[in-house]
């Protein structure tokens, strides 16, 4: 008896007791002692919610940005006249690029000319008008 693996006949199928893995009971006795931790610091409150991670990190988002906004310092006349005066200034704000990086302006304006390329073929096909071409 000690040599046979034990079993049983259900509906006429056997089965056999064979021993689970130790990988997977590895798995499953890590799986419950994960949630049973988990469940326990969410219930004293030790470990935030998605809810609450997710305000810390947008008020540290805002604290970041507002001690960059103090370090820039505030705009003056003097600052403005320094800037007027700088040609790469002027033609950065007079193209609206003054806030993007040069690889996002360089985008920006790969795509406006894709747009103007699209308009034109557009209306060289007849503009949607039923075929119509309209002269000026």
Not at 41 to 64: C, F, L, N, T
Not at 100 to 111: C, H, I
């Amino acid at each position: 008896m000690s040599g046979e693996k034990k079993h049983h006949v259900y509906d006429d199928i056997v089965e056999h007791d064979n021993k689970l893995p130790l990988w997977w009971q590895l798995t499953l006795y890590g799986t419950v002692l994960f949630g049973l931790v988990y469940w326990y610091g969410r219930r004293m409150e030790a470990i935030p919610s998605p809810a609450q991670a997710y305000a810390a990190e947008v008020a540290a988002d805002r604290a970041a940005a507002a001690e960059r906004a103090r370090a820039r310092g505030t705009v003056d006349d003097s600052m403005l006249s320094t800037l007027a005066k700088d040609p790469a200034s002027v033609a950065r704000g007079r193209d609206g690029y003054a806030l993007m990086s040069p690889r996002l302006a360089q985008l920006r304006q790969q795509r406006l000319c894709r747009l103007q390329v699209g308009a034109l073929e557009f209306q060289r096909e007849g503009g949607g008008h039923g075929g119509r071409r309209f002269s000026r």
